[in-house]
């Protein structure tokens, strides 16, 4: 079977809500406007809003798109903006022809298509979506001026286990053998950041044979590490003794080039958070001495024939999301809901949804 509709197929709590869509039809008559990485997964996600009613304009995310995904959404008409870039003046030109549009919706992923309708809003907008903590820490401070519905779903409980901490440490370990053919066997491996996804990309790690450190800049996290039995050096040692180094903290200039002397020889690193600033990768490979995978754009979504996070952790996050649009459509939630996790009711929903399955 293709690649994609294997997704498809597999993605049983998206096939379900989009029988029910095509019943329901909340986004009829609606533009919904997205800014997510092209992947098959999110193929599987966009047809399912289209089952819904809705026109879809989407363009991709920087460095992640997939052209096979372009092609197949673009076969059924759904309006592709740009294709795979990793030059953010052409991302950016691609927001703007996603906004001329002036959808009614919008489904975000790190903030880039709210944070253009507030330079340039228009009339309309009735509120959307944002998948990631980046994009929520970005919006967060705009609440005041978007005064709109959106919900975060990255705050979803369902979303921190069963993706972030399950899925992401998944396909970043498989991200790494794949890209690096080498073990993960007695190897140091250190990860910046203990949120959901650094648990589970150390625990990963240490499931493969690794002996795993992990740095977070808060001490609350650094003993939550201690208990789940990782080493916690300080940040020196972190890199002084790593074969192998992961960010995975959401934050900037996590590992530059000052760092670069206390690497080991053949270093290998990699990013995992959303941007590639978390590693300076320039500065870092300046001396020709340590690798930074796929420049420091996120591991498990760059590089040739990435596969991202497997389609069930998927296929609930985008359950979240269409249920959340379907809210913000049907005006089920407020403008009071402006960058706030997804209601309870709606995680109860997919939830039971998803055991029913199991
Ligand atoms: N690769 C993927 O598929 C994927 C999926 C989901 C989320 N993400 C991204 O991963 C990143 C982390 O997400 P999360 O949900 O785990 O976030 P989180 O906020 O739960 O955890 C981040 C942790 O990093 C720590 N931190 C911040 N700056 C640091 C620094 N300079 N040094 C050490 N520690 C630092 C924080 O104290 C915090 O404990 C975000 O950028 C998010 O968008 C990636």
């Not at 979803?156 to 972030?164: D, G, L, R, V, W």
């Not at 407020?334 to 709606?346: D, Q, T, W, Y």
Request: charged share 20%.
């Amino acid at each position: 079977m293709d690649r994609i509709e294997w997704v498809i197929a597999n993605c049983r709590l998206l096939a379900a809500i989009g029988a029910e869509l095509e019943r329901t039809r909340p986004f009829a008559g609606l533009t919904i406007g997205t800014g997510i990485h092209l992947e098959p997964k999110t193929v599987a996600l966009l047809l399912t809003l289209r089952r819904g009613g809705a026109d879809l304009v989407s363009t991709g995310n920087l460095n992640t798109t997939q052209a096979d995904a372009v092609a197949y959404l673009r076969e059924r008409g759904v309006r592709v903006v740009g294709g795979p870039t990793a030059d953010p003046a052409e991302h950016a030109a691609n927001l703007r022809e996603v906004a001329a549009a002036r959808p009614q919706l919008l489904l975000d992923n790190g903030g880039d298509l709210f944070a253009r309708y507030l330079e340039e809003p228009w009339d309309g907008l009735l509120g959307g979506t944002e998948e990631t903590t980046s994009g929520r820490m970005r919006l967060e401070p705009l609440r005041d001026r978007l005064g709109l519905p959106l919900l975060v779903i990255n705050d979803s409980p369902i979303k921190q286990f069963a993706e972030n901490e399950h899925a992401v440490g998944q396909s970043v370990l498989e991200s790494f053998l794949r890209l690096t053919n080498k073990s993960t066997d007695g190897k140091r491996v250190t990860v910046f950041g203990y949120g959901a996804c650094g648990r589970g990309v150390a625990a990963n790690f240490r499931n493969a044979y690794a002996i795993v450190s992990v740095v977070d800049a808060d001490p609350v996290k650094r003993l939550q590490a201690l208990l789940d039995g990782f080493l916690v050096p300080d940040r020196a040692d972190a890199l002084r003794t790593a074969d192998v180094v992961i960010t995975v903290t959401g934050g900037r200039d996590v590992v530059t080039a000052d760092d670069e002397p206390l690497l080991k020889d053949g270093a290998v690193l990699a990013n995992a958070g959303h941007f590639p600033f978390e590693l300076d990768a320039a500065g870092l490979e300046a001396g020709g001495r340590v690798t930074v995978l796929e420049s420091g754009h996120m591991v498990n979504l760059a590089g040739p024939r990435p596969l991202g996070n497997s389609i069930e952790s998927m296929d609930l996050g985008f359950a979240l999301q269409t249920r959340c649009l379907e809210a913000v459509a049907t005006g089920a939630v407020g403008a009071e809901a402006c960058v706030v996790p997804v209601p309870r009711a709606i995680d109860e929903q997919v939830a039971a949804a998803f055991v029913a399955t199991a």
